[in-house]
Nanobody, 120 residues
Framework: VQLQASGGGLVQPGGSLRLSCAAS????????MAWYRQAPGKQRELVAT???????NYADSVKGRFTISRDNVKNTVYLQMNSLKFEDTAVYFC???????????????WGQGTLVTVSS
């Protein structure tokens, strides 16, 4: 199973970006999917999660600005980021709990990370 993240880039404060992360490989089912981020010199932190049923949860720092969504047919999770701030600058990682077989418990997979830089 591989997770391929894309969509990062350079954006001005107040701007928007949309991240995507597609899962591929031997996938039977995907439970929760999530986005994390790691700013320079800081620990990785949870940004948002979404269950297979579409229930979402957000870090307080991004509530009202970021929206996580998923396409269960495409095995893809998205992160729409609006009203971006300098402090949103980080490498963003996607995460998915993937079961490769009906008899195998889900396993955590990570994408390679995509850099988001908010700068004027």
């Amino acid at each position: 199973v591989q997770l391929q993240a894309s969509g990062g880039g350079l954006v001005q404060p107040g701007g928007s970006l949309r991240l995507s992360c597609a899962a591929s490989g031997d996938i039977f089912s995907i439970d929760a999917m999530a986005w994390y981020r790691q700013a320079p010199g800081k620990q990785r932190e949870l940004v948002a999660t979404i269950t297979s049923a579409g229930v979402t949860n957000y870090a307080d720092s991004v509530k009202g600005r970021f929206t996580i969504s998923r396409d269960n047919v495409k095995n893809t999770v998205y992160l729409q980021m609006n009203s971006l701030k300098f402090e949103d600058t980080a490498v963003y990682f996607c995460n998915a709990e993937v079961a490769e077989d009906i008899e195998v418990p889900p396993y955590d997979y990570w994408g390679q990370g995509t850099l988001v830089t908010v700068s004027s």
